[in-house]
């Protein structure tokens, strides 16, 4: 569905941050974007949801395409009517509005109707968000901002959403909540593109996952491979995987994730 190839992405004339990236989102599946600080992950979002111009980047080469419509050129009004929405790194949710009118904004582009639907699937989704809609969302807890933040995402009823650092700054018990949440989205049929530092909660989520590394991908394949990949525990090694979203269920995985804590 949607569709990333050879794209290579500048900002100025010096900073060349990706270097012919390619990957394909399937229909309804969770792509983990993995890698270390400046390794690409946020100018590829940037791109796809059309706000890299707002950072002074510019697509040098390649194309983003959603099924046949290519996107990389448009605005990022254009791309959210596709059905492409982004949560941006640090949720940037109205924190002076209460929780019903952040809600009420991300559905504006839509029909009443639409809006009652999704309304009701955010609520569903985020029970809390129903209980505390009156209050303003700037009390809420970073956990229930980040849902927030999702739900008005879900407002349009997006085909692919796009997650940056959901998990930034989270409290375990919420990241676990947070995954389960992102594997309800996605089998309500929602496409996530989910870039994340926490390799441990991405792998759990995701069905395929690829890993950046200064601008191109170094390594992509199905999650459960990649997880037992020693290329995947090298070159997190020492980074930011975190043991603590690691369950009972696990199984195979679980020997890899404690070797990778370490
Ligand atoms: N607005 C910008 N202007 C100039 N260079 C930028 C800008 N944004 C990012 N870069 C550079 O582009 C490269 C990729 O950065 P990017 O933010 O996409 O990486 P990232 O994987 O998201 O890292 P992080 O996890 O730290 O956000 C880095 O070298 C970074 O310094």
Redesign the pocket.
């Known amino acids: 569905m949607l569709n990333v190839r050879d794209l290579h ?1 500048r ?2 004339r010096s ?1 060349a ?2 270097h012919g990236v390619d990957l394909a989102v399937p229909d309804d599946g969770v792509l983990a974007v993995l ?12 791109t796809i949801s059309g706000t890299l111009k707002l ?3 510019v697509v040098t080469r390649g194309e983003v395409r959603l099924g046949e419509t290519r996107i990389d050129k448009l605005d990022p009004a254009s791309i959210v009517r596709l059905g492409v929405v982004g949560v941006p ?1 640090g949720r940037q949710i109205f924190t002076r509005m209460s929780v019903d009118e952040n809600l009420r904004a991300g559905g504006i582009s839509t029909s009443a109707e639409q809006r009652v639907k999704a309304r009701k699937r955010v609520h569903e989704l985020f029970p809390v968000l129903a209980e505390r809609g009156r209050q303003r969302a700037g009390l809420l807890s970073g956990g229930e901002q980040q849902m927030l933040a999702i739900g008005r995402a879900l407002m349009s009823a997006p085909q692919v959403l796009l997650l ?2 959901p998990s930034l700054g989270l409290a375990p018990k919420v990241v676990e909540q947070i995954s389960g949440i992102i594997r309800e989205i996605h089998a309500q049929g929602t496409s996530v593109v989910l ?1 994340e ?1 926490n390799a441990v909660m991405a792998l759990n989520v995701a069905d395929h996952a690829v890993v ?1 590394e ?2 191109r991908v170094a390594l992509a394949g199905k999650s459960d491979e990649l997880s037992r990949s020693e290329d995947v525990q090298r070159l997190y090694l020492g980074g930011h995987a975190e043991t603590h979203t690691v369950t009972e269920e696990a199984g195979p995985r679980k020997h890899f994730l404690s070797r990778w804590g370490g």
């Not at 890698?35 to 100018?43: E, L, M, V």
């Open positions: 992405v900002y100025g900073v941050a990706l890698g270390s600080n400046g390794a690409g992950k946020s100018t590829l979002l940037r950072h002074r980047g790194e940056d650092e870039v530092q950046l200064v601008g």
